[in-house]
C-alpha cells in the first residue's frame, strides 16, 4: 500500500519561497510526481522524480530521498497565481504504474 | 492535440437513472485511468485501462463500469445512479505523467 502525509494548508507571501514537504511509504517504489491543480480545475504536471536529488523547472524544483521516503516542492517567486492545490503522487512500479495521489497542500499567496 | 477531452462539462442525474461519461485522448497512450473528487478530497482511482481491450478496478469501482475497445476511447458507466456518486470525474492518460480532461460535474439527486 501507500501512505502519503503532505502539510494540509500552508500561506506564503507574493515574492516568496515556499517548500512544500511530502512524506510516503511506498512498496515498490517507481519514482514520485507534482502536481498542480487550482480550484475547480484538473491536475496539471509539475514534475517528476526517479532518482535521489533536486531537479529544476523555472521557479519551481523538486527534491527526491528515495532512502528517507521524502520529497519537497519548492516554489520561488511566488506569485498570486500560484494559489492552488499541490498534489504529492509516488508511483509504485508494477504493470499499471499505480501512483496514489495524497489529499494536497493547498497554498494560498498574499500579498 | 486537443489531449484529453471529456464531455460532458456538467449533469444532473436523478436517483437511479444510468448514463455514461465520455473521454477520448489524441496521444496515443497506452494508460488510461477514471479518478473520482469528492469536494476537498484527493482523487480516489475507480477503474484504469492499460491498453485496448484491458481494464481493471482501482480502488472504488462499486457502482461503475469502463470499457476500452479503442486506444483512444475510455467511456465510463454509471448504472443505477446513487447520490454518493455526486462527485467531480477526471479521466486521464498517460505514458509516464498522468494528463487529465477538465472533468465531469456530476450530480445525482
Known amino acids: 500500500g501507500q501512505n502519503i502525509d503532505q502539510p494540509t494548508e500552508m500561506t506564503a507571501t507574493e515574492g516568496a519561497i515556499v517548500q512544500i514537504n511530502c512524506t510516503y511509504q511506498?512498496?515498490?517504489?517507481?519514482?514520485l510526481f507534482w502536481y498542480q491543480q487550482h480550484a475547480g480545475e484538473a491536475p496539471t504536471f509539475l514534475s517528476y522524480?526517479?532518482?535521489?536529488g533536486l531537479e529544476e523547472k523555472g521557479r519551481f524544483s523538486s527534491f527526491l530521498s528515495r532512502s528517507k521516503g521524502y520529497s519537497y516542492l519548492l516554489l520561488k517567486e511566488l506569485q498570486m497565481k500560484d494559489s492552488a492545490s499541490y498534489l504529492c503522487?509516488?508511483?509504485?512500479?508494477?504493470?499499471?504504474?499505480?501512483?496514489?495521489f495524497g489529499t494536497g497542500t493547498k497554498l494560498q499567496v498574499i500579498p | 492535440n486537443a489531449g484529453v477531452t471529456q464531455t460532458p462539462k456538467f449533469r444532473i442525474l436523478k436517483i437511479g437513472q444510468s448514463m455514461t461519461l465520455q473521454c477520448t485522448q489524441d496521444?496515443?497512450?497506452?494508460?488510461m485511468y477514471w479518478y473520482r473528487q469528492d469536494p476537498g478530497m484527493g482523487l480516489k482511482l475507480i477503474y484504469y485501462?492499460?491498453?485496448?481491450?484491458?481494464?481493471d478496478k482501482g480502488e472504488v469501482p462499486n457502482g461503475y463500469n469502463v470499457s476500452r475497445s479503442t486506444t483512444e476511447d475510455f467511456p465510463l458507466r454509471l448504472e443505477l445512479a446513487a447520490p454518493s456518486q455526486t462527485s467531480v470525474y477526471f479521466c486521464?492518460?498517460?505514458?509516464?505523467?498522468?494528463?487529465f480532461g477538465p472533468g465531469t460535474r456530476l450530480t445525482v439527486l
Open positions: 485501462s492499460v491498453g485496448a481491450g484491458i481494464t
Open positions: 496521444m496515443n497512450h497506452n494508460y
Open positions: 522524480n526517479v532518482l535521489d
Open positions: 486521464a492518460s498517460s505514458n509516464n505523467e498522468q494528463f
Open positions: 503522487a509516488p508511483r509504485r512500479s508494477g504493470g499499471y504504474q499505480k501512483v496514489t
Open positions: 511506498t512498496s515498490g517504489f517507481n519514482g
